[in-house]
């Protein structure tokens, strides 16, 4: 019964998550930085996966990758669909599942230290919540980079010449992604104690 229970907690959990990432995708489509929209749910992805488990940020980061194919891909479509769609679901699963990896890590580091005696989450869980919060946008921006590099590396030419940009990689990172890397890190970075916080009450419940 008690296994049940939590089975039943957890997948409530994730489908709640689950519909705040749709949600935060649909509004963040419309936030742009340069020619892509922002990515708002990485936080609720860094949550499910601390919360859940490795499993539960990939599949928020399955349905956050689903979303941006649909509404967010249909330039890079027109020209390679089969590199769009593998790279697009990949940066968005990947980015969820290490992130969960990531929080695990230190988790477990905390429980060798036999820190969480004394009814308080122990640093390394909160490191582990920072960690995994920088990361989430790291995979996910990086594995973009690689999907661009190798399937769109004569369009990319193509585009930053045509942007005034003489270096592919200047205009991958100046012209194209830049911007977005960094305010998603920093919306991470500046939330990690909410996100925290977030994290601590799912554990006590």
């Known amino acids: 019964m008690k296994k049940s229970s939590i089975s039943a907690r957890t997948i409530a959990g994730v ?3 689950t519909a705040v990432v749709v ?3 649909l509004v963040g489509s419309q936030i742009r930085f340069g020619p892509f929209s ?3 749910v990485l936080i609720p992805i860094v949550v499910g996966a601390a919360l859940y488990g490795p499993l539960a ?3 928020l ?3 956050f990758s689903v979303i941006v194919l649909i509404m967010d891909s249909a330039a890079f479509m027109a020209i390679n669909a089969f590199g769009t769609v593998l790279t697009v679901l990949l940066k968005g699963t990947l980015a969820g599942l290490i992130a969960g990896f990531v929080y695990r890590f230190f988790r477990k580091w905390a429980l060798i230290f036999k820190n969480l005696d004394s009814g308080k989450e122990s640093w390394q869980i909160n490191m582990g919540v920072v960690m995994a919060a920088i990361i989430c946008p790291i995979i996910n921006t990086g594995i973009f980079v690689l999907g661009c590099l190798i399937f769109f590396l004569p369009t990319l030419r193509e585009w930053g010449a045509a942007n005034g940009y003489s270096n592919v990689a200047r205009y991958l990172f100046l012209g ?3 911007a977005n890397f960094l305010v998603e890190l920093l919306i991470n970075l ?3 104690p909410v996100i925290v916080q977030i994290i601590h009450l ?3 419940k």
């Open 190 to 192: 500046i939330l990690s």
């Open 23 to 25: 949600i935060l995708q």
């Open 57 to 59: 940020g990939a599949w």
């Open 61 to 63: 980061g399955f349905v």
């Open 202 to 204: 799912g554990r006590r």
């Open 176 to 178: 194209m992604i830049g």
């Open 15 to 17: 489908a709640i998550l």
């Open 38 to 40: 922002i990515s708002l």
